[in-house]
């Protein structure tokens, strides 16, 4: 069964600070891993996108890693803001041609930034 | 980049009420929509899949004469909760997929509100 676990559930940080969230999956075939920002009560939003070849994106202060051989992925985030505070899901996309959704979506790491 | 508009973006109404939710592509074409549900503190969980000109497919547990979906045009689908009860209550969201095959990129809708009073 596919899988995707998101550590931690929730995180405090203070303004300034850095912070990494997790992420572990079992997906197979995997195709590529996707790290969406969701505002409270706002549809989720890609960061960055990363296939088997890559292991680390870059999108202003936030950068995913990618390890294809032990099944985990980070989310590093610089110099949080404010306006970080939001949810950070994980979804691993399975590869094949069929039409369906093969997305699964980790439960998500609850950010708060606070100043 | 890709636009997904959801429409409306908030709604409450009483028990018994069927609502029909809106979801556009804005500047592309989109041969499949899929619709999910999430509820307070959760993930978003797949609801059906929405394709056009063709029946949806909808995932274990979902009542399709519940939720009903039509995607009549390339740009458009819309999600209506019939006789929506209380339970109904929860985030609704839309998201739409460029192409046809199922690792390209999903672009999701700023979701619907759905309070059943």
């Known amino acids: 069964k596919n899988q995707v676990e998101q550590s931690p559930q929730s995180l405090i940080i203070l303004e300034g600070k850095n912070c990494t969230l997790q992420c572990n999956y079992t997906v197979s075939p995997f195709s590529n891993l996707r790290w969406y920002k969701q505002d409270t009560g706002r549809g989720p939003v890609s960061l960055t996108i990363m296939t088997f070849s890559e292991n680390t994106k870059s999108n202003g202060r936030y950068t995913a890693t990618l390890d294809a051989d032990t099944k985990q992925s980070s989310l590093h985030i610089t110099a949080s803001q404010l306006s970080d505070s939001a949810s950070y899901i994980c979804?691993?996309?399975?590869?094949?041609?069929?039409?369906?959704?093969?997305?699964?979506f980790g439960g998500g790491t609850r950010l708060m930034v606070k100043p | 980049g890709a636009v997904v508009s959801q429409h409306p973006s908030r709604v409450i109404c009483k028990s018994g009420t069927s609502v029909k939710i809106e979801c556009r592509s804005l500047d592309f074409q989109a041969t499949t929509m899929f619709w999910y549900r999430q509820f307070p503190k959760q993930s978003l969980m797949l609801m059906a899949t929405s394709n056009e000109g063709s029946k949806a497919t909808y995932e274990q547990g979902v009542e399709k004469d519940k939720f009903l979906i039509n995607h009549a045009s390339l740009t458009l689908s819309t999600l209506t909760v019939t006789s929506a009860h209380p339970e109904d209550s929860s985030f609704y969201i839309c998201s739409a997929r460029v192409g046809v095959r199922s690792n390209q990129p999903q672009h999701f809708g700023d979701g619907t509100r759905l309070s059943i009073l």
């Open positions: 979804v691993v996309s399975a590869g094949g041609n069929n039409a369906g959704n093969m997305l699964t």
